[in-house]
């Protein structure tokens, strides 16, 4: 287990996050 594929996965979860913030910031407008 690499510590790349650790940061990968937290980029990952990041995106998603941003992803749902992004959605509910501009389909509620």
């Not at 287990?1 to 996050?17: C, K, N, V």
């Not at 913030?21 to 389909?27: C, E, P």
């Amino acid at each position: 287990y690499s510590s790349l594929r650790f940061f990968q996965e937290i980029d990952d979860r990041r995106d998603a996050e941003y992803g749902i913030l992004y959605d509910l910031t501009f389909s509620s407008s």
